[in-house]
């Protein structure tokens, strides 16, 4: 029975550690989308070299704002705090874990039932 039992628990812990990873992905993206989302999308940024070209003028190109780089880059340094919203929830029919959030962008109420909400599922989403 030890020795089953030592067989299987590696197999646990790469499922917890697999799920664990792949929550983090979906929660980053689904942060990122929803940032960009909320972006005016008319809203430009000027991009380009501040070098001075030799006939006097410089190349500045106006990129969409939503999903230039400096935009993201702002959105990438703030996400690992907003995963202090999410909670874990496990499927009873595969007991595979997931990660949802526990609190609404829009201030609508959700539904938690069977959401773990506990510190340590947020540390380890976001250290993840």
Not at 68 to 92: I, N
Request: proline share 4%; with cysteine.
């Amino acid at each position: 029975l030890a020795l089953a039992l030592a067989a299987l628990l590696p197999a646990a812990c790469a499922r917890r550690s697999q799920d664990l990873h792949c929550g983090a992905c979906r929660a980053l993206v689904d942060e990122l989308e929803w940032e960009i989302a909320q972006v005016d999308p008319r809203k430009t940024i000027q991009m380009g070299s501040f070098r001075i070209n030799p006939d006097g003028s410089q190349s500045v190109v106006e990129v969409p704002y939503a999903r230039s780089e400096a935009h993201l880059t702002e959105l990438l340094e703030r996400v690992c705090e907003k995963m202090k919203e999410y909670g874990e929830k496990t499927d009873p029919s595969t007991h595979r874990k997931s990660y949802v959030r526990v609190l609404s962008h829009d201030g609508t109420k959700l539904d938690l039932s069977g959401v773990k909400i506990d510190g340590d599922v947020a540390s380890s989403l976001k250290f993840a």
